[in-house]
Nanobody, 120 residues
Framework: QVQLVESGGGLVQDGGSLRLSCTASGRTFSSDLMGWFRQVPGKEREFVAAETWGGGTILYADSVKGRFTISRDNAKNAAYLQMNSLKPEDTAVYYC?????????????WGQGTQVTVSS
């Protein structure tokens, strides 16, 4: 059974930083895209960032470009999202996803989400 487990969410002040982690089990994702998405209650889930195997292609949403950095450790079957200069509008549940050939959609596997709250 494939599982993705996120961790690292929490409460941080405006301008602060957090690092989210996503650990996969059940299969290896070293040759797949891994991505991060976020969702606010009442709104659609939105793309945040994605990275291909080996980091050859990295894509960010315009809203996080320059502030967030995606990375992965294929040896650990893990992905990370370093979030700096956080803003209140970054408050959301953040999900990691894997198993797609397209960076912004079509992911087969999803984590349970981790809450990120940025206070003003």
């Amino acid at each position: 059974q494939v599982q993705l487990v996120e961790s690292g969410g929490g409460l941080v002040q405006d301008g602060g930083s957090l690092r989210l982690s996503c650990t996969a089990s059940g299969r290896t994702f070293s040759s797949d895209l891994m991505g991060w998405f976020r969702q606010v209650p009442g709104k659609e889930r939105e793309f945040v960032a994605a990275e291909t195997w080996g980091g050859g292609t990295i894509l960010y949403a315009d809203s996080v470009k320059g502030r967030f950095t995606i990375s992965r450790d294929n040896a650990k079957n893990a992905a990370y999202l370093q979030m700096n200069s956080l803003k209140p509008e970054d408050t959301a549940v953040y999900y990691c996803a894997a198993g797609s050939s397209m960076p912004t959609s079509g992911y087969r596997y999803w984590g349970q989400g981790t809450q990120v709250t940025v206070s003003s």
